[in-house]
């Protein structure tokens, strides 16, 4: 069955159907018909699938990164002089992890978050596509989030006293025992209940049982909220708390914040310190976008230009598969999904090349067949038969740099090294099943 040109040409036809309607773009329409008037958005439609359990989603929207979108890239260096060298690289791993916990909790589209260890530097790179908001980006990743409650020393320290860390002690409790929390914001109920912004937190069952006993302890005296060593807090004990309590003393933004931070967990790291900064505006994303397509389309009409003058009618073939590459690439892209870059787009187009590379392979084995005197039924087989591994030699090669890249790589190179892949891979099909089935079809025709 699969030697049927036939039926595999159904095959390609139906794959490239699938593939048209993953990429079908947002197209608004508006238009009156008489006294009704028709404003609506025509769009793919969403994948909402289980397979085996496990849920599958996609919105089908092209993915752009920083440099397209805009936004803020943070490069963060973290101390670890204070942890031991064997530990160094966990402690890393484990604050990326953090940080990509906050990041998911602010609500980032398509953020990258990844580290990079330059000699002795232990860095992470943090790139928040849509934020441009520099200095709450730099707070809410840069800070070690570090929660502490404390009790005064002296019992019968008058009020009025601010509360530090020399006149308080530990009650064990810290933001290990929370669970979650959630910023909120709380009415005015008496005089001893400020109305304002608060963090809402739920303790773990542990937790519980520790700060029910603390504040029963404590009724009728300050319990100190401290965060990264600071008093932000000292409400008085009113009754025994349980699971659930709450944070007064802060604004709108900080509970927001803090309750981000403490959700997602401290930094296992000494401190980070911000080494550089760059903003991105979505003007300058923009222009970056146009080019792109530009000089995307400006070269794949070039390609297709040549191939149908010099090959003629097998070039209108390669063509032809160059469209359904391009299709099965960006149907790939939304799919997986891939954050488009820059970079992102480089990959592309280089692959573009590689595709018609092979078709030039193929069509120059076919005409030295010719050549010697078979039909051209025989120079369709025997050419794609003999230029076979010159074409998978050097895809393979280019699969293995495209490999090394994202090991080693980090941001714009990981995505030029996967744009690189998909298309490859992509362009070995097309060449060898689409444009070999075609000119099978159109000769035996």
Known sequence: MFKNPRIILLAIIILTLLALVVDWPRVPVKFNLGPAKVDTVLA??????KFFGFPFKRDLDVKLGLDLRGGTSLTLRADVSDIPKGDRDKALEATQEVISRRVDFFGVAEPIVQTSKVGEDYRIIV????????DEAKQL??????????????????AGVIPTLQNTESTGVAGRDLKSAAADFQQAQGADTSGGPVVRFELTNEGAKKFSKLTKRLIGKPLV??????????????SEIGQEGVITGVTSDEAKRLAIQLSAGALPVKKIDIISERTIGPTLGKTSINRSLVAGVVGILIVALFMLLYYRLPGLLANIALLLYAAFVLAIF?????????????GFILSVGMAVDANILIFERMKEELRIGRNRTQAIEIG????????RDSNVSSLITAAILFWFGTGAIKGFAVALAIGIIVSMFTAITVTRNLLRVVYKS
Not at 44 to 49: A, F, L, N, R, V
Not at 334 to 346: D, E, N, R, S
Not at 384 to 391: G, H, K, L, Y
């Open 44 to 49: 793919g439609p969403k994948i909402d699938w």
């Open 127 to 134: 790139e928040l596509p849509g934020v441009t908001n520099v």
């Open 141 to 158: 990743v840069g800070q070690t989030a570090k929660l502490e409650f404390r009790e005064m020393k002296d019992p019968e320290t008058p």
């Open 225 to 238: 909220v401290f965060l990264d060593d600071i008093p932000i807090s000292a409400p008085i004990v009113q």
């Open 334 to 346: 939304k799919l997986v999904p891939v954050t488009l870059t820059l970079a992102g787009i480089a």
């Open 384 to 391: 794609f038969v003999r230029a076979w591994s010159s074409i």
